[in-house]
Structures are given as C-alpha cells and as structure tokens.
C-alpha cells in the first residue's frame, strides 16, 4: 500500500509538472513610440494602412481606453517594466532617473518559471554604456549612476538604443526636415546612438534601411531559438517608430502618393511597423506556437506635437499623429496624452472580437502575466499600481477595482472608470466624465462634489505612498 501510495503521488507531480510545462504561455509585448490614438487603421483613421494591426483587433481584444502609465516615453517603460507608477523609482521624465537595481522587472520574474528573455529597439531605462559616448547620456561621467542596461536587469538577449533614432538608416544623422535633429549633427554622419548587444558590445552589420525591420531581423531569430529549445519566452519589442526622426523609404512612402510629403513620411513609418508586426505573427503561426503565445501592444504615449503650431491638436511638419479629437498630446495628462492604442491576442484564451471598455493601462501588464505564471507577486513585498487584466477581457468584470493615477512634472490625473480627474500645482482640479465627455470640454468639479472628493482622497493617500516609494521605502 505505502509504495502504491508513493507510485501515486510521484505519478501526480509528474503530471503537475507536465502540466505546468504545456500551460507556460509565450509572452510578447509591443509598443511603439509617439503613436496617436487615432493612429491605427482599426480606429477610423482616414489615410493610414494597418492591416497586421486591424487583423491583430478582430483576432483578440481591443481595449477601447487604453493608457500609458506616461505622457512620455520613459515613464511608460518603467511601468511596463514594473507594473509600478514611475514616481516610485525616480523616472520622472525621459533621460531622467533610470531603471533601479532593487526593482524587481518582468524579465527577473518570468525567469523564475524558465523563460528565456529579449528586448529589442529602444529601451530608455538608462544608460547602456559607461565608456563611449552614446545618446543622451551615456558614456558621461556625471550620468555613470545612470548606467542600466536590460543585460542587467533579466535579459538574456538584447538589441537595444538607449533612445530614439531616425526612423530610417538609424545610425546616421538625417536631412533636418526629419525633425528633432540636433543643429550640431552632421547630415550623413554619425547620429550618435548605438544599438548595443552587451557590455560593451556595439551591432556593426545589417542597420541600414527601415528601423522596424532592423528589430525585426533580430527579433525572430530570438524566438526561433526559444522554440526550438522548448523554452518559453518573453520577447520585449519596443519600436521607435513613430517617434522623430520621421522618414522612410520609397516603398512605404509610395502608398500614400497621393498625400503631402509630411503624410508620406509619418504614415509610411507606422505603415512599416505595421508590415513587421505581420511578419512576427507569420513567423508565431509557422512554428505552430501563436495560440499560446499572449501578444500584447500599445503606445508609450500620445503623438508628439511640432514646436512650430500653436494649437496642439493641429498635426504639422513630420508629426502628424491623431488623437481622434482627445484633448492635448504627448507631455500632457489630458486624454490625448494617455489614451493609445491597446490590443491583446491570445488565440488559446482571448475570444475574437472582444471589446474592453474598462480603463486600463500599461502598469496592469506586470500583474497579468504574474497571474497567467502563477506568480504570486505579494512576495516582492511593494506596493503595485497595476491589475490583473484577465477578468477584463473575459468579461467578468465591467469596474475598474482601483483608480489609475498618473503624475507628470506639475501635472496629476486619476482615472475611475467614468471619472477623470485632473489637475495642476497651480490650478485647482477639474472633474471629467470621460464616459460622456471623451474631449474633456466640460468641467463637472461644481456640480459632483462627492465624485470630486472621493478621487482627491484617493490621489493624496495614494501619492504619500509614492513619496514613501521615492524615499526607497519599498526596498
């Protein structure tokens, strides 16, 4: 009896770790850089071509208010990273702070259950190099406090810039007509920022032509390998497209010939992305592994705004995004700042066609992958600003449980479901139904007091924890 028993529960955990084996789900997440609400063929965009991430939308779940945890690009990633507000770790900003050794990043967690980890594109969690001048801030004495590459913080694999680059021919300084182009660089020469594999190690080879392929390129070789080793993977693809500066080449400026050259330029870039996105679920689909792969995408932020217009939802030069009629752009907390594009494919688990209305936001990945490993994130022992996204797109619940805060310089916002709101350190806050009022045009702080309270409550209690996080209080 006692080694029928034995037999019997070894049989059983066997089974248990066979089982575990077949349920570890792929995990991709894709953002790209400055993409507009408005921004993606799915969303009624007039012009522009997105036909991956329309097939992307009807396959899977669309989240109709979507946020990044930022207005700009830093801030996002580290909530991605995390699923921690920004504030908490002192990335206030881009090329502000970095990426803290005590944080614990969603490559270290999935890495508990064997997962084997890339990022590819842009990272801007800090500095990547500490010996050559690279970027913003790297390679400079006084930012070596900076120095945060993702080999460091879980990845195994890496393809990574410190920050932006031109969206073609990356490498090498473009006409000024791309916009945000430093006046000291020299058209055809050096731009100055690397894509970096390793300690010290610099991509010579294949970096010419279209940004999105470049990533792309190193992208699928890393998963073939995850698949072929029977490793599941996290893969982190963090485009630089749209962000400035915007061009691309002939063929994907050629389909929208018949618009200005700006046009041209900013929707072909997307139109280029859009075409390597296609390409990874293609290649998911050939190694038979796309329907358990969980295949997240988003913006970091709304579209960036040209310093030559003065109405700020006016698309001008090369920064053409569109926030659908959402008030502000990138740098503001106003909803044309925040709301991007949010779709997620799981073919094994997300019906098609699935519509989420509940707000949610990019600090909510974290906790849903944890959820979807069986990893109990309470043992890291901090506090968390995302939730688990599942029971969204299943539809078992229609709330939000918690409201979504964000801060940006001497802005604030929280976000409950229905209610926004918003405010300043100068200005009083102003009280939104976003529900009835996507355009924030109508200030509601004089006639719902009890709605206004209850999220001014909810912001400051919440914001004393983030001071408490600033101070190192989580670690």
């Known amino acids: ?12 955990l066997l089974s248990s770790v066979a089982c575990d084996q077949e349920e570890l789900t792929n995990i991709v997440l894709i953002m790209a850089d400055d993409q507009g609400w408005g921004d993606v063929g799915y969303n009624g965009h007039p012009h522009l071509q997105t036909p991956h991430l329309d097939a992307m939308a009807e396959s899977g779940a669309v989240f109709s208010r979507f946020y990044s945890a930022g207005s700009v690009c830093s801030p996002t990633r580290a909530s991605v990273m995390t699923g921690r507000h920004p504030s908490r770790m002192g990335i206030c900003s881009a090329n502000c702070g970095h990426l803290k050794q005590e944080e614990v990043t969603l490559a270290e967690m ?7 980890t890339g990022h590819f594109g842009k990272w ?79 991509a010579t080879e294949n970096l010419q032509g279209d940004d999105s392929r470049i990533i792309m390129d190193r992208v699928i070789p890393f998963i073939k390998k995850s698949v ?56 998911l689909k050939n190694l038979g592994v796309d329907q358990n792969t969980l295949v997240f995408y988003t913006a970091d932020n709304g579209p960036e705004t040209s310093l030559k217009v003065r109405d700020k939802n006016i698309p001008y030069g090369r920064a053409q995004g569109l926030t659908n009629g959402l008030r502000g752009r990138k740098r503001s907390l106003y909803e044309g700042g925040i709301r991007v594009p949010g779709i997620a494919v799981w073919p094994k688990k997300i019906n098609p066609g699935t519509r989420v209305e509940v707000p949610c936001f990019t600090s909510d990945y974290f906790p849903t992958i944890a959820h979807v490993l069986g990893i109990d994130i309470m043992q890291y022992n901090r506090p968390y600003d995302g939730e688990n996204l599942m029971p969204y797109w299943k539809g078992k619940k229609n709330k939000r449980q918690h409201p979504m805060m964000f801060q940006f310089k001497n802005q604030y916002a929280v976000i409950d479901n229905d209610f926004k709101l918003y405010g300043t350190e100068e200005t ?17 702080s004089s006639q719902q007091q009890s709605p206004l309270s209850n999220l001014i409550s909810h912001y400051n209690i919440w914001n004393q924890s983030v001071q408490n996080s600033a101070l190192g209080g989580d670690y």
């Not at 999935?110 to 084997?116: D, F, I, P, S, T």
């Not at 070596?144 to 490498?171: L, N, R």
């Not at 020469?189 to 894509?195: D, L, Q």
Request: aromatic share 12%.
């Open 110 to 116: 999935v890495k508990e259950k064997g997962y084997r």
């Open 428 to 444: 009083p806050p102003k009280l939104y139904n976003i529900a009835e009022d996507n355009a924030e045009a109508h200030d509601l």
């Open 1 to 12: 009896m006692k080694y029928h028993l034995i037999f019997l529960c070894a049989t059983l």
């Open 124 to 202: 801007h969690l800090g500095t990547l190099s500490r010996d050559i001048l690279d970027a913003n801030r790297g390679g400079k004495k006084e930012n070596y406090i900076h120095y945060a590459p993702p080999w460091d913080h879980g990845f195994d694999v890496s393809f990574s810039t410190e920050s932006k680059v031109p969206t073609w021919d990356p490498m090498i300084t473009p006409p000024q007509s791309a916009e945000d182009v430093k006046p000291t660089l020299i058209e055809g020469g050096p731009f100055g920022t690397y894509y970096w594999t390793g300690p010290g190690q610099r």
């Open 228 to 283: 072929a080793s029977k490793q599941p993977f996290l893969t982190v693809i963090w485009f630089h497209a749209p962000h400035l500066p915007v061009l691309t080449g002939e063929k994907h400026k050629s389909r929208y010939a018949h618009l200005s050259a700006d046009q041209q330029e900013y929707y072909g870039v997307i139109s280029a992305m859009d075409a390597q996105i296609g390409r990874l679920n293609a290649t």
